[in-house]
């Protein structure tokens, strides 16, 4: 019983189980009339904080969204009690491939821990790294705003509804990341390391 409830709760689950318990979760979302989007929590805690007295933009009634706001929440628990009370600090599974295109790019000893020192050490926090976030934080919340929504929302929800603009979303995102994977992210690498 106890190796079971470990396998559980320390091991990833398989694609045969979360694909169709998302699915059953959407359904479930949609026939009580909800739409799955963590961006729309933002727009909500801001309407929440008062700033419907400066834009229109978020003068609507947020505590529709208190559901939203309970499955953020719910995240940031989740993600923080994984990170300290269960991981493993095993090395990460990355395929080998991956492993070189990360050492030619200056990250040392990639998948022994998720987060690459070089990169996300108080120590290597440079500048250049906080421009880096700075900026990238900006194009993602922007581009979540400007495109009707975040990735999530698209590609799990819009999809799920068969909405043309998630479709068009996600095929951009895919190209984005792409792009970014393979062409501007080694030489920002070569930049900052």
Not at 44 to 71: E, H, R, V
Not at 72 to 83: E, H, K
Not at 173 to 186: A, W
Request: charged content about 10%; aromatic content about 18%.
């Amino acid at each position: 019983m106890i190796d079971l409830i470990n396998q559980l709760v320390y091991e990833p689950w398989p694609w045969y189980f979360v694909g169709p318990a998302i699915a059953v979760t959407l359904y479930l979302m949609l026939y009580f009339g909800r739409e799955f989007g963590v961006s729309a929590s933002l727009r909500a805690g801001c309407a929440a904080l008062g700033a419907g007295k400066y834009s229109s933009f978020f003068d609507f009634d947020w505590k529709s969204q208190k559901w939203n706001f309970m499955f953020v929440l719910g995240t940031v628990i989740g993600g923080f009690i994984a990170t300290y009370f269960m991981n493993s600090y095993g090395e990460v599974a990355i395929a080998q491939s991956t492993k070189d295109a990360l050492i030619s790019m200056g990250i040392e000893n990639p998948g022994a821990d998720y987060l690459p020192p070089q990169l996300f050490d108080f120590e290597n926090f440079g500048i250049g790294m906080i421009l880096f976030l700075l900026v990238g934080g900006f194009f993602v919340g922007f581009g979540a705003r400007y495109g009707g929504g975040c990735t999530s929302g698209h590609a799990i929800s819009g999809l799920s509804n068969l909405q043309l603009p998630s479709l068009i979303a996600v095929i951009g995102f895919f190209i984005g990341g792409l792009t970014m994977t393979y062409f501007i992210l080694p030489l920002i690498f070569k930049m900052l390391l």
